[in-house]
Every structure is written in C-alpha cells, then in structure tokens.
C-alpha cells in the first residue's frame, strides 16, 4: 500500500499555546481512520496542516508523498469541513458544476445529484436550503473531482436519520473502491462504523492509536452484572484478576473487567453465590471516555 499522509515529529504553536505536540502520523491507501478527541484536542489544527492550510511550526508534513499546498495535491481530495458556505445566487445543480469545473477529471453532474438526494432540489438555490440538505450538499462539492482521499468533519450534523443512513452508504462504497478515508467527529457510533483505525487526541498529542476493537478491548473492556447472595466478599471480588471497578447497588453488582471468560470461569468454578448472571461488551464511547479521563495510551 502507498502512504497517503505522512506527518513526522510535527508540531504547531500559536503564540504560548502548543496545538499540536510532536504527532507522527502515517496513513496508508485505503484506510478509513477516524480522528476523535476532546474539543481542543488538536484535531481541527492537525488536519488543517494535513492539507496545508497552516504550516506546522516544527517537524514535517506529507500529502501523496508531497507538500499539501500543491494544486496536484488538492486536485486529489475532497474536503467536507463543519462552517462552509456556498456561492450566493446560484442553484444548486450550477453550484455542483461549478466545483466541478475545479478538477480534470470530476464525476458526472447527474451522479453527484443522486448522491446528494437532491436530484429534485436541483433548481433551488444553493442558499436556501435547509441545514441538513446543505451538508449533503457540502459532501457532494467534496465528492465532485473523484477524490482518492476525503475529509470529513463533522459530516452528519443537521442530518436526520434517512439522510445520516444514505451518508454512511455513500461512504461505504467509496471506501470499497479502495479510496481513503479522514473522519473527525464527536459521534461515536459513526466512527465505530466506518473507520477500521481510530487516533485519539487529547492536549495536542495522541494518546491512542489501533482498530476500533482493540482500543473497545483495551479501554472500553466488558462488564459481568449479577445478583449477589448475602455471602459475596465485595473486597475479595475486587481483587480478582482483571477486575477494574466494582460497582453495586443493593445486591445488583456491576463488575468491569478485561477478561470477561476468566472472571466467569472464577465465580462459576469456585461457586460464588449469584445469580441473574449478564455480560456485556464495553463500547468505544466507554473506551473514548476512560482514555481521555485517564490519558491512557493504546498502540
């Protein structure tokens, strides 16, 4: 595989303030990453040098094996940030020739329309559309030159479910054409969908960096919830291996562990009094949150 973005002991300082601190970063062809962390993380400064719109004040950036200001760069990829407005006074069919006329090779008008949905919409004004119609159509201005990477930021807010649904679909099919994917988004459940590697940010470094099953593993782990007996030996319980909280209210025990087999294979062989036994499989929301309340590391 080729490497798409390349980003080596790179830093960015505003003044006293330190966005970005030493990131190495590789990204290869036909990846779909999600970048995620807490506002202030870094993540909308790290991607702005990723397309060479601020330069980093140390360390070097890499786009298609080369600078990220070039036009040959930008000719490759799509770009779908969070506040983009649309040229006044057109439609929204004139509004997608338009963005095509900035690439040799862009998709066909009519396609994009039917990407977008708003195939009927084509004769509104751009301007007028409603908020969630106007990030389809922002996701279609970043589709129109047929790119091999996108940035997505943010892409589905102001959707509603049918069109978040279509969104996701459009993506899946251009990542199994082999394209590459960038997604920033505070939406979990979405990053857990489309991305198949996921870098966390916090305080302008990356504190984790692997699939999205691994990091669940690592930091989200599992939790076993049971009714106790009255013989439970709660301080026992916690020092078991593996287990990482004990929560309890009443007699329903929620246990947090990282081997979920193991601990059941305790309780159930050395015949500990509970019952109503249930296991459940720790989200990325869960691993999201621990990582970033914690400042673990995952690689």
Known sequence: MSTVIEMENVSKVFGKKRAVHSMSFVM????????????????TTSIAMMLGLT?????????????????????RIGVMLQEVSVPPRLSVRETIDMFRGFYPRPLPTDRLLQVSGLTEDQKTMAQKLSGGKMRRLQFTLALAGDPDVLFLDEPTVGMDVASRRAFWD?????????????????????????????????????????????????????????????????????R????????????????????????LKTLILESWDIRDIQVHGGGLEDAFVRLTEEGGEAQ
């Open 28 to 43: 290869e062809r036909g990846h779909a990453v999600a970048l995620l962390g807490p506002n202030g993380a870094g993540k």
């Open 55 to 75: 330069k980093p004040t140390s360390g070097r950036v890499r786009l298609f094996d080369g600078d990220p200001k070039t036009a040959a760069a930008h000719e």
């Open 170 to 238: 459009e993506v899946r099919t251009f990542l199994r054409a082999g394209k590459t994917l960038m997604l920033t988004t505070h939406d979990l459940q979405e990053a857990d969908m489309l991305a198949d590697r996921i870098v966390v940010m916090q305080n302008g470094a990356v504190i984790a960096d692997a699939p999205p099953e691994s990091i669940k593993m690592q930091f989200g782990g599992r939790t076993v919830s049971f009714v106790a007996g009255s013989d439970i030996d709660f301080e026992r319980l916690r």
């Open 240 to 263: 078991l291996p593996d287990v990482t909280d004990v929560q309890t209210v009443g007699r329903q025990v929620t246990v947090r562990t990282q081997n979920s087999d193991a601990l």
